[in-house]
């Protein structure tokens, strides 16, 4: 599994758009990136997988650039209820069976 | 989507005792089950890799004695902390992944551990 590198937290206000990069310069060929959030107390939810390019769905935007070494989650106009830690992982879920989390970001919303 | 649930939800123990604690996936089968345990403000740490039939896998510096690991059958795996003590006090969170499914892996509501 691709290292990562996320900040460690970060700030925003309700209704802003809020961007999280992920570095993976080890990213290899059948990787894909994967991101979960978790609230206090709770397992991970997946947000939104990706190989390359533009992934949208209900919930998040994933940008991923075509040298494909980094990532970035966007969250839509964030509301109290995003805050929450968020990973990135980046590895090939079908041979890699198991899911090693890196530190994550914590994010905090402020009103 | 997929679901899978953990049980109990919390447990507070004395020191010395052991506790079970049980993972199931309910609409889908998991041949392969992971633990994770998880202390305050801190990331998921894997302790272990069930796999369905056979021994689990467990990392380094985690005793397999202490941690017992059963995967008896596709939707059910369980931790057992045997002996337990203060310091084994942390929230225990177990994944499974759908045989049927692709580059995903579901999450339960993990296990809140007090000893005493």
């Known amino acids: 599994l691709a290292k990562t590198t996320q900040p460690v937290s970060m700030d925003s206000y309700e209704g802003q758009e809020v961007n999280i990069t992920c570095s993976h310069n080890n990213i290899a060929t059948n990787d894909y990136i994967t991101w979960y959030q978790q609230f206090p107390s709770q397992g991970p939810r997946f947000i939104i997988q990706g190989y390359k390019t533009k992934v949208t769905n209900e919930v998040a935007s994933l940008f991923i650039p075509a040298d494909r070494k980094s990532s970035t989650l966007s969250l839509p106009r964030v509301s109290l209820s995003d805050t929450a830690v968020y990973y990135c992982?980046?590895?090939?879920?079908?041979?890699?069976?198991?899911?090693?989390f890196g530190k994550g970001t914590r994010l905090h919303i402020l009103p | 989507g997929a679901v899978v649930s953990q049980h109990p939800s919390r447990v507070i123990c004395k020191s010395g005792t052991s506790v079970k604690i049980e993972c199931r996936s309910l609409?889908?089968?998991?041949?392969?089950m992971f633990w994770y345990r998880q202390f305050p403000k801190q990331s998921l740490m894997l302790m272990a890799t069930?796999?369905?039939?056979?021994?689990?896998?467990?990392e380094q510096g985690v005793e397999k004695d202490k941690f017992l690991i059963n995967h008896a059958s596709l939707t059910l795996s369980t931790l057992t902390v045997t002996s337990a003590h203060p310091e084994d006090s942390s929230f225990y969170i177990c994944?499974?992944?759908?045989?049927?499914?692709?580059?995903?892996?579901?999450f339960g509501p993990g296990t809140r551990l007090t000893v005493l």
């Open positions: 069930s796999n369905e039939g056979s021994k689990a896998t467990y």
């Open positions: 609409d889908f089968q998991a041949t392969t």
């Open positions: 994944s499974a992944r759908d045989v049927g499914g692709v580059n995903e892996q579901f």
């Open positions: 992982l980046v590895g090939d879920m079908n041979r890699d069976d198991k899911i090693i």
